[in-house]
T-cell receptor
């Protein structure tokens, strides 16, 4: 079963705007990871946030984690057309044995 | 070298064929993974190898047979597949995490498989 549920399912914005994607999960985790996938290609790891961290930055990316609400968000600032992709959260469950991927958010950035 | 390579990029096979997918990494990662991904869906884990030994098989049908000949190579042998097995097959690798946790995974570009 899928651990992470993401919303929105799809997001369309103009270049330069910010994009926010959310991920919710059900059980305790070791860490939560965000990946990007361009159409038909492999996934690219963006950022990993551990269960004892609340916020992490990497370039134009900002990830937050709220373990009390079992949720995370990914913010992409000043979006570019090249950010057009699918974005997946993946949870490393504390008592699980694998990374479990959410359904993903399809982001389209219009130039 | 931070790349995971996969061959072939595309594969079309009949239901009676035998074929193999190959994956290679030279990052010294001792965990390697096979995932299956259908269109517009997230990747689904199939197999995990740790230190060249199969550690997880997600109840995958026996027509898929993984093999890890050494710490850099991972194969997926295919035999008597069904049309519903058509998908993007992704290989990934990672450092082994402590206490069973999972580190970031590095993915290859995938093999697009079509079963006729």
């Amino acid at each position: 079963s899928q651990q992470g549920e993401e919303d929105p399912q799809a997001l369309s914005i103009q270049e330069g705007e910010n994009a926010t994607m959310n991920c919710s999960y059900k059980t305790s985790i070791n860490n939560l990871q965000w990946y990007r996938q361009n159409s038909g290609r492999g996934l690219v790891h963006l950022i990993l946030i551990r269960s004892n961290e609340r916020e992490k930055h990497s370039g134009r990316l900002r990830v937050t984690l709220d373990t009390s609400k079992k949720s995370s968000s990914l913010l992409i600032t000043a979006s570019r057309a090249a950010d057009t992709a699918s974005y997946f959260c993946a949870t490393d469950e504390s008592h699980g044995n694998k990374l479990v991927f959410g359904a993903g958010t399809i982001l389209r950035v219009k130039s | 070298d931070t790349e995971v390579t996969q061959t072939p990029k595309h594969l079309v096979m009949g239901m009676t064929n035998k074929k193999s997918l190959k994956c290679e990494q030279h990052m010294g990662h001792r965990a390697m993974y096979w995932y299956k991904q259908k269109a517009k869906k997230p990747p689904e884990l199939m197999f995990v190898y740790s230190y060249e030994k199969l550690s997880i098989n997600e109840s995958v049908p026996s027509r898929f047979s993984p093999e890890c000949p050494n710490s850099s190579l991972l194969n997926l042998h295919l035999h008597a597949l069904q049309p519903e097995d058509s998908a993007l097959y992704l290989c990934a690798s990672s450092l082994l995490g402590g206490r069973g946790s999972y580190n970031e995974q590095f993915f290859g570009p995938g093999t697009r498989l079509t079963v006729l």
